[in-house]
């Protein structure tokens, strides 16, 4: 008996310390917030294999293929400090920009323009973009200053106010034609059987006849739905992953010429502006975490390619490859660029794509 419960004793006192060294080793896991959990989960699914799974250079499994620059170390808190909330977060939600010398997109001081990062502005929501940016922080042992939680209270009060004023707005054109009816009757059944004086009938007419009166309600109402427009563009941003419907089919009938160029543009955007090679090899050259692109030509048709190519996420939901923002100029280019893409079949098969 007495030897049982001196066992016993020591059962609780064990497994907390053995608690303790599992939350430590997993890097205290257990007393991650929801939004950090979030933001492990989405890096674990579109940055790690750049990146690696603390951040270090050389750790993804992607990092030695890449062209360069390749990422720098996320883990390292000396240089990440120097970077602000806001910093980081417009470095993973930004538009693309073509880097050719010369020839390319006019690039600002402020702007990040490599790449090989590419961009989530098109694949993911704000919100989910601030969890990852508060995920990278403790990567470097910091924590997100910014308030993300604040930032959305003030999109939704926004998109309420909006909301009702928008509401206020209708009653009051309501309202107004409403009065503007009533006074066209009254004035109607006025000139019924009644001496009405010349020149107050010639008022009432004209007033009649005025089909385009435009009323200050109206012009009101308008503003009010604009401004509506444009809090729930703002919340729906924030709140909700980017869609990208009714792409139109692209016009592949060109002349040689137009064709000769448009694979020598669209091999430019694949390397300076889209970075589509820190992903993809051809010829061996390049990242490994998409399929290798040297057959692409044979094996894929061009429509299906310049769909893809600009909202892969419609094709195929949770695939790593990113919603680029590509712009349908760029795609058709891109899409021409990919057809000249005819490698004789390889020794060895293709991996199938992850
Ligand atoms: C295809 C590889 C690749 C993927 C995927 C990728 N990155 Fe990067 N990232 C890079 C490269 C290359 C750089 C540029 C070199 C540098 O500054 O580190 C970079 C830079 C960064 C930087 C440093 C920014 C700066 O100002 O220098 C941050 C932060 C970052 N990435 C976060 C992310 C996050 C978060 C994700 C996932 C949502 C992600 N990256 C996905 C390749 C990648
Ligand atoms: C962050 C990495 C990444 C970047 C950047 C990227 N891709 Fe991809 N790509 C992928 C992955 C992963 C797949 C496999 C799709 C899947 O099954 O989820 C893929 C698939 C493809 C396919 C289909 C290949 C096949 O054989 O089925 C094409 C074509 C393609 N990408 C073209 C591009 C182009 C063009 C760019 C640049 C505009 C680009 N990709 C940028 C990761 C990337």
Same mark, same amino acid.
């Given at each position: 008996?007495? *030897? =049982?419960?001196?066992?016993?004793?020591?059962?609780?006192?064990?497994?907390?310390?053995?608690?303790?060294?599992?939350? #430590?080793?997993?890097?205290? #896991?257990?007393?991650e917030?929801?939004?950090?959990?979030?933001?492990?989960?989405?890096?674990?699914?579109?940055c790690?294999?750049?990146?690696?799974?603390? $951040?270090?250079?050389?750790?993804?499994?992607?990092?030695?293929?890449?062209?360069?620059?390749?990422?720098?170390?996320? %883990?390292?808190?000396?240089?990440? %400090?120097?970077f602000? /909330?806001?910093?980081?977060?417009s470095?993973?939600?930004? /538009?693309?920009?073509?880097?050719?010398?010369?020839?390319?997109?006019?690039? *600002?001081?402020?702007?990040?323009? #490599?790449?090989t990062?590419?961009?989530?502005?098109?694949?993911?929501?704000?919100?989910?973009?601030? /969890?990852?940016?508060?995920?990278?922080?403790? +990567?470097?042992?910091?924590?997100?200053?910014?308030?993300?939680e604040?930032?959305?209270?003030?999109?939704?009060?926004?998109?309420?106010?909006?909301?009702?004023?928008?509401?206020?707005?209708?009653?009051?054109?309501a309202a107004?034609?409403?009065?503007?009816?009533?006074?066209?009757?009254?004035?109607?059944?006025?000139?019924v059987?009644?001496?009405?004086?010349?020149?107050?009938?010639?008022?009432?007419?004209?007033?009649?006849?005025?089909?385009?009166?435009?009323?200050?309600?109206?012009?009101?109402?308008?503003?009010?739905? +604009?401004?509506?427009?444009?809090?729930?563009?703002?919340?729906?941003?924030? =709140?909700?992953?980017?869609?990208?419907?009714?792409?139109?089919?692209?016009?592949?009938?060109?002349?040689? /010429?137009?064709?000769?160029?448009?694979?020598?543009?669209?091999?430019?955007?694949? @390397?300076?502006?889209? *970075?589509?090679?820190?992903?993809?090899?051809?010829?061996?050259?390049?990242?490994?975490? *998409?399929?290798?692109?040297?057959?692409?030509?044979?094996?894929?048709?061009?429509?299906?390619?310049?769909?893809?190519?600009?909202?892969?996420? $419609?094709?195929?939901?949770?695939?790593?490859?990113?919603?680029?923002?590509? =712009? @349908?100029?760029?795609?058709?280019?891109? =899409?021409?660029?990919?057809?000249?893409?005819?490698?004789?079949?390889?020794?060895?098969?293709?991996?199938?794509?992850e």
């Amino acid at each position: 008996m007495m *030897g =049982t419960w001196r066992a016993r004793r020591w059962v609780i006192p064990v497994s907390v310390v053995g608690l303790c060294v599992v939350v #430590v080793m997993s890097g205290c #896991v257990l007393f991650e917030d929801e939004r950090t959990a979030k933001g492990r989960k989405l890096y674990n699914h579109y940055c790690m294999h750049c990146h690696g799974e603390h $951040g270090r250079q050389g750790e993804g499994y992607n990092w030695q293929h890449m062209p360069d620059p390749r990422p720098r170390d996320l %883990s390292d808190e000396a240089t990440m %400090s120097t970077f602000s /909330d806001e910093e980081i977060f417009s470095t993973i939600y930004r /538009d693309m920009k073509d880097t050719t010398p010369e020839v390319g997109d006019p690039i *600002g001081d402020e702007e990040f323009a #490599v790449p090989t990062m590419p961009t989530f502005k098109y694949t993911l929501s704000e919100e989910e973009i601030w /969890d990852v940016v508060g995920y990278v922080r403790t +990567l470097h042992g910091m924590s997100l200053t910014y308030d993300v939680e604040a930032r959305k209270k003030q999109l939704e009060q926004d998109l309420k106010a909006a909301e009702e004023e928008l509401k206020q707005a209708q009653a009051a054109l309501a309202a107004a034609e409403q009065r503007m009816a009533e006074a066209e009757a009254q004035a109607a059944s006025a000139d019924v059987g009644t001496d009405v004086d010349e020149s107050e009938e010639d008022v009432a007419d004209e007033e009649m006849d005025e089909e385009e009166v435009v009323l200050p309600e109206e012009i009101a109402l308008e503003k009010a739905q +604009l401004r509506y427009e444009q809090a729930k563009k703002a919340w729906e941003n924030f =709140t909700k992953r980017p869609r990208r419907l009714n792409i139109p089919r692209p016009d592949l009938n060109v002349s040689d /010429d137009e064709r000769a160029e448009l694979e020598k543009l669209g091999k430019r955007l694949y @390397e300076n502006k889209y *970075g589509c090679h820190a992903c993809h090899s051809i010829n061996q050259q390049g990242g490994i975490v *998409g399929p290798p692109l040297d057959r692409a030509g044979f094996r894929l048709n061009g429509t299906w390619i310049y769909r893809w190519i600009l909202y892969p996420q $419609g094709i195929k939901k949770h695939t790593r490859m990113p919603n680029l923002g590509v =712009t @349908e100029d760029d795609a058709k280019a891109l =899409t021409f660029f990919l057809k000249t893409l005819r490698a004789p079949k390889p020794d060895r098969p293709i991996p199938p794509p992850e």
